[in-house]
C-alpha cells in the first residue's frame, strides 16, 4: 500500500494549490480519505473528508469554503483545492485512508489508517 502526495509548494497569500494523492495497493473506492496537515510545533490536524459515497464531505472551520476534497475512483487519486491560501495554511499535506467506508471521526488522523508521506505547501 502507497500513498504519494504532490502538488505542494511555494505561493503567495490568496493563491490557489490543487494538492493530488496517488493511492497504489488497494482500490480507495470503498474507503473514506481524509487530507491532514501539520505545521511546525503543532498537532496533525484535519483538513477534509470525503465518504465512499463522493457526497458527505466533512471540512475544518478553518478551510470551509476555500478548500474542496475530491476522488477520482477511476484514478485511484485524491485532490484537496486549495483557494484564497492564507500563511496560516502553510504546513506538510498528508493524504490518509480510513479501513472502511466511513469513520467515527472524519476530521481525527487516529481514525485513519494509511498515510501518504505529505507535501509541502508555503503561503507567504
Known amino acids: 500500500v502507497q500513498l504519494v502526495e504532490s502538488g505542494g509548494t511555494s505561493v503567495q497569500a490568496g493563491g490557489s494549490l490543487r494538492l493530488s494523492c496517488a493511492v497504489s495497493?488497494?482500490?480507495?473506492?470503498?474507503?473514506?480519505v481524509g487530507w491532514f496537515r501539520q505545521a511546525p510545533g503543532t498537532e496533525r490536524e484535519g483538513v477534509a473528508a470525503i465518504y465512499t459515497g463522493g457526497t458527505v464531505t466533512y471540512y475544518a472551520d478553518s478551510v470551509r469554503g476555500r478548500f474542496t476534497i475530491s476522488r477520482d475512483n477511476a484514478k485511484n487519486t485524491l485532490y484537496l483545492q486549495m483557494t484564497s491560501l492564507k500563511p496560516e495554511d502553510t504546513a506538510m499535506y498528508y493524504c490518509?485512508?480510513?479501513?472502511?467506508?466511513?469513520?467515527?471521526?472524519?476530521?481525527?488522523?487516529?481514525?485513519?489508517?494509511?498515510w501518504g508521506q505529505g507535501t509541502q505547501v508555503t503561503v507567504s
Open positions: 495497493g488497494y482500490t480507495v473506492s470503498n474507503k473514506c
Open positions: 490518509a485512508t480510513g479501513p472502511g467506508g466511513s469513520v467515527s471521526r472524519p476530521l481525527i488522523p487516529g481514525d485513519y489508517s494509511d
